[in-house]
């Protein structure tokens, strides 16, 4: 062979090559937006269903199995105008699993005629989604954080690579992904997502004029302790709501 | 010629076909301990969505299954003895007993309140602080009830849990920590109606099928397989959260 045949083969396989990685990457970008947005919808029905959640005496059917994934599925494609993704990673299945097991464990409080409040909020949600997930060992990794100085469920405290992601993005907050991170010391692509602070967040995190258990008292009988206990933070919609970090190990996407 | 050939490849796979089915229609017996709402004594076990989940594999696998009950304590030294195959769900608290690869689910701990004094999110950990809280004295505690400064009454003996329930329904304890609320808050405990709940998301113990140190490694390796395989198909916990 010649040199020049050599030289036309070589940049052949090359481009191949290329083409390949950056196919590999696209589908792995693409597998990990879904997922964040799945999520991100889950926990927007769940906010969204609070009184649902907290009533007594009702069915609440809705909230279980194979209803909550459709409603979860009807909340997506009001919230992004388009299609709820196609079931075509293990990723994808097992988040709708997760999700379902998680509401499944709180049946018997989502059912406790006798206690009002049943502190399934978007973000105890989020952490038992996480949580669970950490238990299947399968290199999926969700976490619903913030700067670490703000946060209020230490579990959730930031990583050394959500925190420096956190610091570029907060000014001007994005989507930042990573294609070559590290989790758990193995590769792995990683994506956080900011949340922009909305009515919901405030609820809970805004100042005592947001807090819904002072909805029609006198400004002397408002509490700063919201629904959940903790003391509000006096946020507005202007300060940085944190974000959704999804890690996913490269060796469990291409597994599967 | 063509006949005998037919019928020397039909008794051929008869052949093949029977010790096939002896291989695998082996008896197995698993010991099942008392685990509510995945293994539920007080109704027929049948029912009981862990039986279901692994008899419904174990059979697909030609094995002739037989369940036995064991209390808790005698559960572990009957599989150590090898008079048993199989003993689920199983704590791992002995590190020489051999499992299956993956834990069947995983159990959270959480702390069980009088319905009045119900605290449903536990990672507000300052509301721990003025509590007094039970605790059996031969369990480890999460760390957001040891970093609380929450009085700790720490019960000692076989049945601390359920004395702690019992002291906490009677208003001796603000709170009573519990390895696996699960087990008593359910709608099929009379308990229920006092007492509520809540988890300490994210400190969970895995639980385990074991197997007894007895069972020949080809029967291990085809158990286990079958498990990894129905675990992918479609996990415990999925199962149990779309049962009736």
């Given at each position: ?42 926990m ?74 049943k ?29 670490n ?17 956190m610091?570029?993005i ?8 990573d ?22 967040c ?33 946020w ?21 | 010629?063509?006949?005998i050939?037919?019928i ?23 010991g ?54 199989i003993l689920m ?23 069980c309140?009088?319905k ?5 999110i536990?990672s ?17 505690l ?17 049945n ?5 329930m ?13 390895p ?8 099929k405990?009379?308990?229920?109606k ?9 400190y ?10 007895t ?10 397989s079958?498990?990894q ?16």
């Amino acid at each position: 062979m010649s040199n020049q045949s050599k030289l036309f083969v070589l940049i052949t396989a090359y481009l191949f090559m290329s083409f390949q990685v950056s196919a590999d990457n696209t589908k792995m970008k693409g597998v990990i937006n879904d997922i964040t947005k799945i999520y991100m919808s889950s926990m927007t029905y769940i906010f969204a269903n609070q009184p649902l959640i907290n009533q007594k005496d009702v069915d609440k059917s809705e909230l279980f199995g194979d209803k909550f994934l459709e409603n979860v599925k009807q909340t997506y494609r009001a919230k992004y105008s388009e299609a709820f993704p196609k079931e075509d990673h293990f990723a994808k299945k097992i988040l709708l699993q997760t999700m379902v097991e998680v509401m499944d464990d709180n049946k018997e409080l989502l059912y406790d005629n006798d206690i009002g409040f049943k502190g399934v909020i978007p973000a105890t949600y989020a952490f038992q989604i996480s949580a669970k997930l950490a238990t299947k060992g399968i290199g999926l990794n969700f976490k619903f954080t913030r700067t670490n100085s703000n946060i209020r469920n230490k579990l959730n405290r930031p990583d050394a690579w959500e925190t420096s992601v956190m610091k570029k993005i907060i000014a001007t907050p994005k989507i930042f992904y990573d294609e070559n991170a590290l989790l758990n010391g193995k590769p792995a692509i990683r994506q956080f997502t900011p949340l922009p602070m909305s009515p919901f967040c405030l609820a809970c995190h805004g100042t005592p004029a947001d807090n819904p258990l002072n909805a029609n008292k006198e400004r002397s009988q408002w509490t700063d302790i919201d629904i959940s206990g903790f003391k509000m933070e006096n946020w507005t919609v202007d300060d940085f709501g944190g974000g959704v970090s999804i890690s996913i190990e490269k060796s469990f996407l291409e597994s599967h | 010629m063509r006949v005998i050939n037919a019928i020397k490849k039909t008794c051929g796979f008869l052949i093949i076909s029977f010790f096939s089915f002896t291989a695998t229609s082996q008896s197995l017996s698993v010991g099942l301990i008392d685990y509510p709402p995945h293994i539920n004594f007080d109704e027929d076990i049948s029912k009981s969505p862990l039986y279901q989940y692994i008899n419904k594999m174990l059979s697909a696998q030609g094995f002739a299954v037989t369940f036995i009950k064991l209390p808790r304590k005698r559960a572990s030294v009957e599989l150590l003895k090898g008079r048993i195959d199989i003993l689920m769900p199983l704590p791992l608290n002995d590190e020489s007993i051999k499992t299956l690869t993956y834990p069947i689910f995983h159990s959270v701990p959480g702390l069980c309140f009088k319905k009045q004094n119900f605290i449903p999110i536990l990672s507000a950990t300052h509301r721990l602080n003025t509590l007094t809280i039970g605790v059996p004295d031969n369990l480890s505690l999460v760390p957001a009830l040891t970093d609380s400064t929450a009085s700790l009454v720490y019960l000692k003996g076989e049945n601390a849990t359920s004395r702690g329930m019992e002291m906490t329904q009677r208003g001796r304890f603000d709170a009573f920590y519990h390895p696996s609320p699960v087990t008593v808050y359910h709608r099929k405990n009379p308990l229920y109606k006092e007492l509520a709940c809540s988890y300490f998301h994210g400190y969970s113990t895995p639980i385990y099928i074991a197997v007894a140190p007895t069972l020949p490694s080809d029967v291990f390796a085809l158990i286990n397989s079958a498990y990894q395989k129905t675990l992918k198909a479609q996990s415990y916990e999925y199962y149990f959260a779309n049962r009736e």
